[in-house]
């Protein structure tokens, strides 16, 4: 099972609002990513928690604040966004500390800023 | 640094036309991981293959073959009979020197495949 899941599908927000978006593997994954992806671009890294600490953060504005409340959570908590800030979400998986396992991805969340 | 470098922005075929993604590489390591993904319109990116830097034997899945070559850096991937279904874009990725941390993947900008019917 290479699974991993996000929350919501489609998100459409104002600039004042607040809300957050989740991803989740049960994989054993102890490595953990957020991507940003503009249309007709590749994904952009954003953050990486490495057995639930935040391990690169790709200089990202404070308004995207991630959280790994586990092993199997990943958060990305959204505030006073910008409309350029409309984007694709990706959240990917690995498995750390057996080389270079391949990142499994989530089906992603479409972000519409207001 | 490394780069990843696909040429080809969009692609246009037939239903059944073998169609070849490129793929060029840049990297000083000699380890490193070369992969590729697929994103259909819904969004998903599917992992369909990785190769090691030590290992260039070619491979076939079904339709799908990948030719990588380390002598002129590249990591090609060819659909043979091509489908509507696979219609998308291809990404074609890097990653360099294990990072318990990292793993970073540096992305190339994709190849957007339509096959029409």
Not at chain 1, 17 to 23: A, F, T, V
Not at chain 1, 47 to 68: D, G
Not at chain 2, 76 to 92: K, L, R
Request: glycine share 6%.
């Amino acid at each position: 099972d290479t699974e991993v899941t996000q929350t919501p599908k489609h998100l459409v927000m104002g600039m004042t609002n607040k809300k957050s978006l989740k991803c989740e593997q049960h994989m054993g994954h102890r490595a953990m990513y957020w991507y940003k992806q503009k249309a007709k671009k590749p994904p952009e890294l954003m953050f990486v928690y490495s057995y639930e600490k935040l391990s690169i953060n790709e200089s990202v504005p404070s308004r995207f604040s991630p959280e790994c409340p586990n092993s199997s959570l990943l958060n990305l908590h959204l505030h006073a966004l910008q409309p350029e800030d409309s984007a694709l979400y990706l959240c990917a998986s690995r498995n750390p500390g057996q080389g270079l396992e391949t990142q499994y991805f989530g089906p992603g969340t479409r972000l519409l800023v207001l | 640094a490394q780069k990843v470098t696909q040429a080809q922005t969009e692609i246009s075929v037939v239903e059944k036309e073998d169609v070849t993604l490129d793929c060029v590489y840049e990297t000083r390591d000699t380890t490193y991981y070369l992969f590729w993904y697929k994103q259909p319109p819904s969004g998903e990116l599917v992992f369909l293959i990785r190769r090691n830097s030590f290992d260039e034997q070619n491979e076939i899945s079904g339709r799908y073959s990948w030719n990588f070559q380390k002598s002129t850096s590249s990591f090609n991937f060819t659909i043979t009979a091509s489908q509507v279904v696979d219609s998308a874009v291809y990404f074609c990725a890097l990653s360099e020197s294990y990072n318990n941390a990292g793993n970073m993947l540096t992305f190339g900008g994709g190849t957007r495949l339509m096959v029409k019917p």
